[in-house]
């Protein structure tokens, strides 16, 4: 598994709950707390000790992996940090369709993510265009 897979691994852990901290480092990225969110990954990655290593293999290119002694949450936490670091917070968010606040990753090249999956914006769409209309009448 590269390190990116991993931050969607965070993602999944967030969605499934009990991850208060991993919750609080996508809220942050939610209000631009670009410094809270980095303070609170570091605090996760002191908690969680990784041992990292360099892999190559089924024809890839070098890249990352953790060990497999790491539990969920640590691997999880490294993604985070490995993601923010590359390609900046702004890229975890919080679902805007109401009531979900499912966490998400934007991999959008115009960083234009606003739901955590087709459903949500396909109903956050559909109560737009009927209020559109509601008010219209």
């Known amino acids: 598994m590269e ?3 991993y ?18 480092v996508f809220d942050a990225a939610e209000k631009g707390a670009e410094e809270d969110v980095v303070a609170r990954l ?3 990655l002191a908690h969680s000790p990784m041992r990292p290593h360099i892999s190559g293999h089924d024809g890839e290119r070098w890249h990352l992996h953790l060990s497999d002694d790491h539990d969920k949450l ?9 993601l923010v ?3 900046g917070p702004d890229r975890l968010g919080r679902c ?4 979900c606040r499912n966490a998400f990753i934007d991999a959008t090249t115009n960083r234009s993510r606003r739901y955590c999956s087709e ?11 009927r209020a559109r209309r ?3 009448r």
């Open 3 to 5: 390190l990116t897979s």
């Open 7 to 24: 931050a969607e691994l965070a993602v999944e852990l967030v969605n499934e709950g009990g991850h208060e901290e991993l919750g609080a």
């Open 42 to 44: 570091n605090a996760l």
């Open 74 to 82: 640590a691997k999880a936490v490294m993604g985070l940090a490995v």
């Open 85 to 87: 670091t590359m390609l």
């Open 96 to 99: 805007q369709a109401a009531p």
């Open 119 to 129: 459903r949500c914006a396909s109903r956050a769409n559909v109560a737009a265009y």
């Open 134 to 136: 509601k008010v219209a």
